[in-house]
């Protein structure tokens, strides 16, 4: 992988130009309860572990973008990229806020928190792997691509996920704050899908490194994301006042999947395990491209009602 232009479909070449925005958001969980989905508390624990997860990969994503917005060459993508970082700052900052609640509702997120702060601080910072010896200058351009490649496999289960979640009513039941908290998150996944598929194919010399490279990307982030919200869940779940739901804390990763398609097949309130499979594997096709996954305009119709983007905006406003 070497920086070049590469012939894959970018921002500048769709034919509809939608300018992504940071939207400030105001919500008060301090009435949400910790099973915010009534009776699924493993549904409530696997969600609520996403909020320990995203701030520090937000961030992260944020700073791989910084450093490739100096290669970028196409001014629309470059555009695209910038709206991208502001709003996903946005998001981590949003759920900060989010673990302040879990921890006043007596959890410890301190443990998986430095978990997750060694992927992205040190495994995935600017020394490939945490090896400062790698830290040269003519590896750096090759491991920003890499990353940026990372970016765009997660990128691609967040829109998968936005997507299940517009076309999902399971939440209208759960607390309204924190189901708002994730569909106002969600349907700005959908509203930026792309962009982080098209930087990595805009950084990419040619259409075959392009392809080859985010399929070995893929195998290696898919298992991992999958590991992660699972773990995320443990740690939470371990914590519960519950004794029954404590127990949930010593599942397998394989156990917690299975849990996941019986619950996504029963009610809905997760995507089932074999929808997220399936959507993965429409990666493999050499003409995928996110655009098709996802609809934005019903993205946007959430994002207009959404309490929290409603009331952020008045809160700017005034």
């Known amino acids: 992988m070497t920086l070049g232009a590469s012939s894959t479909r970018t921002a500048s070449s769709t034919n509809t130009r939608h300018r992504l925005q940071a939207r400030r958001v105001a919500f008060d969980l301090s009435r949400s309860p910790l099973h915010w989905i009534p009776g699924d508390p493993l549904s409530s624990h696997l969600i609520n572990g996403i909020n320990l ?14 450093q490739a917005l100096l290669h970028i060459t196409d001014p629309i993508l470059r555009e695209d990229v910038q709206g991208f970082i502001r709003q996903e700052g946005m998001h981590a900052q949003a759920h900060r806020k989010a673990e302040l609640w879990l921890q006043e509702q007596g959890m410890d997120v301190s443990t998986y928190r430095r978990r997750v702060d060694f992927v992205f601080q040190q495994l995935l910072g600017d020394a490939p792997l945490g090896l400062k010896p790698l830290q040269h200058r003519w590896l750096a351009r090759h491991w920003l691509i890499a990353r940026v490649g990372i970016v765009a496999a997660i990128e691609h289960f967040t829109g998968l996920l936005g997507d299940w979640c517009m076309n999902s009513d399971s939440w209208d039941k759960a607390d309204p704050v924190v189901a708002d908290l994730f569909r106002w998150h969600l349907a700005e996944e959908v509203e930026h899908r792309s962009v982080a598929f098209d930087l990595y194919a805009h950084l990419c010399r040619t259409q075959t490194g392009f392809y080859l490279s985010r399929q070995a990307l893929m195998a290696l982030v898919f298992p991992l994301f999958l590991q992660f919200i699972a773990e995320g869940g ?7 006042p519950d004794p029954a739901v404590r127990k949930l804390a010593r599942r397998t990763t394989a156990r917690i999947l299975l849990d996941i398609e019986r619950i996504g ?18 990666w493999v096709a050499p003409g995928f491209h996110p655009e098709s996954e996802g609809d934005t305009a019903q993205a946007m119709a959430y994002i207009a009602r959404s309490p929290a983007a409603t009331a952020g905006a008045l809160n700017r406003a005034s």
């Open 234 to 240: 443990r740690s939470l779940a371990g914590q519960d």
């Open 53 to 66: 997860l995203l701030p520090a990969g937000e961030l992260w994503f944020c700073r791989v973008y910084n």
């Open 265 to 282: 097949r029963r009610n809905d309130n997760v995507p089932t395990f074999s929808l997220i499979a399936r959507r993965t594997l429409r």
